[in-house]
C-alpha cells in the first residue's frame, strides 16, 4: 500500500472509507425517515396515498430484509466477489434505487407502485452487497496494527452517525416541505459522491485490500476446529448468545418506531411549531444520530470511571430495557393528556425526551451486540450465532410495524397508540426484570472477566465503538 501523511494519525484509507460509509447513511436515513410519510401523503400531494396499515407493512418487511440480507452479501464477498468489488456494485445498486424513487409521478403515470418496489429492491439488494463489507474493510487496515483498531473504528463510526444526523434535516426537510422527490434524489447523488470518491482514491490509499475473496485462507483454518467437540464453556456462552438474541427482540420491536409509528405521530399529532417555523416531521429522526454523537463519549467514560463496580452486560442490558421503557412511558403520558381527541397536539418535547431515553438505553445495550458474540463465541459456531443474532432483529423490525399498524386510521388512532406505547413499556420492564434476575446466571456461563486487563482508555474506546457497532453493524 502506498505511504501517505496520516491524518489524526491514521491513515487516508481509514478516512476514505469513512467518507464512503457516511455519504451512504446520509443517504439511506434520509431516504427512511421519507419513506413511511411518502407512502401515506395523498396523491394530490406527490405521495401514494397508502392506509397507514399498509404503509408500515412495506416498512416492515423492507427493513426486515435491510437487517438480514447482508449475511449473504458478506459471503458473497469472502467467496466470490471480494470486498471492493461488493462495495461498489452495492453502491451503484443503491444510487439506482434511490433514483427510482425519485422519478416523479407525472412521468411514469399508471406505474407508480411498480417503480416504488423496484427502488426499494435495488436498494435492498445494494445494502446487501454494500453494508458489512465496508466494516470488513476498516478492520483490514488493522490486520497489523490491532492497538489503534479501537480508536480507528471510533472515528469510522462517530462518521457514521453524523451521516445519520444530518440526512433527515437536509433530505426529510426538502423531501417533506418541497417534493418527496427532490428528497430522494438528493439521497441518490449523496450516494453517488460517497462511491465516486472512493473509486478515484481507492487504489491510491487502500492498495490491493479487499480485492480478492478472502475465505479459501479462513476455511483452511476453521478445519481443525470443526472437527471438534464443543466444550462446557462454549455450550454455556452459546445459551448467552441464544438468550440474549431472543431478549433483545423485545428492545428492537420498541427501538424500531422511530422509523415507522413515531414518524406517523410526529407528523399527525404533534405541535410542530417553533418561533413561526413548522419543523418538519422527518427532522425527529435525526435526533438518535445526534445524542449518539453528544453521548456516547460521556457514557463510556462513567463505565470506566465505575471500575470493578460497573455492571456486567446483562445487568445493562436490563438498564437498556428500563430506558427504552421509560421513553415509552414518555408517549403514554402524551396520548394521556390528548384524552382521545385528535384534533389536540402535543409538544415536540414528548418526542426529543423519548428519543433520548431510547439513545441511552442503546448506549447500554451495546455490550450485548455483534462484537460482544464475535467475542463469546465458538469459533465453529460464531457465524451461526451472529446469524441468530441477525434475525432476531430482522423479526424485530417486521414486528414492529406489524404492531404500529395496530393503530389503524380513524378515531380510534390516540387510544390504540396509548394501548401500543403502553404495551412496549410494560412489555420492557418485564424483560428487565427478567435478565436482571437471571443476570448472575448469565455472567457465569460467559466464564470471562469482562475488560480485565484493559486500560481505562482503552475501555473507553472500546464502549464507544460497541455502541455504533451494535447500531450500524448490520
Known sequence: ???????????????????????????????????????????????????????????????????????????????????????????????????????????????????LYAGLLLIVIGNMLFKTNMSGLVSGLFKDDESRRVGGFTIFYMCINLGAFISPLIIGGIGEKVNWHYGFAIAGFGMLIGLITQLIYSKRYLGDLGIDPSAKVAKKKRVDENVKALTQDEKDRTKVILLMSVFSIVFWVGFAQAGGLFTIYASEFTDR????????????????????????????????????????????????????????????????????DESIKVSMLFLVFTYLFH?????????????????????????LLIAVWVFCSALANKLAAVVGTTMGRGEQQIENAFIIFSSIALAGLVTALIVYLLSNTLVKWMHVTENEQDSDEEKRLEQEVSVVATHEGM
Request: with cysteine.
Open 359 to 383: 439513545t441511552l438505553a442503546e448506549l447500554c445495550l451495546s455490550p450485548i451486540g455483534l462484537s460482544s458474540i464475535s467475542k463469546l463465541a465458538p469459533v465453529k459456531l460464531t457465524s
Open 1 to 115: 500500500m502506498t505511504q501517505e501523511k496520516e491524518i489524526l494519525g491514521y491513515s487516508r484509507g481509514l478516512f476514505l472509507l469513512a467518507n464512503t460509509d457516511m455519504w451512504e447513511r446520509f443517504s439511506y436515513y434520509g431516504m427512511r425517515a421519507l419513506l413511511v410519510l411518502y407512502l401515506v401523503a395523498a396523491t394530490s400531494n406527490n405521495g401514494m396515498g397508502w392506509t397507514t396499515t399498509a404503509a408500515l407493512n412495506l416498512y416492515g418487511t423492507f427493513t426486515m430484509l435491510i437487517y438480514i440480507l447482508p449475511l449473504f452479501g458478506t459471503w458473497l464477498a469472502d467467496n466470490v466477489l471480494g470486498q471492493r468489488k461488493a462495495i461498489t456494485y452495492g453502491g451503484f445498486l443503491l444510487s439506482f434505487g434511490y433514483f427510482t424513487l425519485a422519478i416523479p409521478s407525472d412521468v411514469i403515470q399508471g406505474l407508480e407502485t411498480q417503480f
Open 273 to 340: 411549531s417553533f418561533i413561526g417555523f413548522e419543523v418538519p416531521a422527518t427532522w425527529f429522526q435525526a435526533l438518535n444520530g445526534l445524542f449518539l454523537i453528544l453521548f456516547a463519549p460521556y457514557v463510556a467514560s462513567l463505565w470506566c470511571k465505575l471500575g470493578d463496580k460497573e455492571p456486567k452486560s446483562p445487568v445493562k442490558f436490563s438498564i437498556a430495557m428500563v430506558l427504552l421503557s421509560l421513553g415509552f412511558l414518555v408517549m403514554v403520558l402524551a396520548t394521556f393528556l390528548q384524552g382521545g
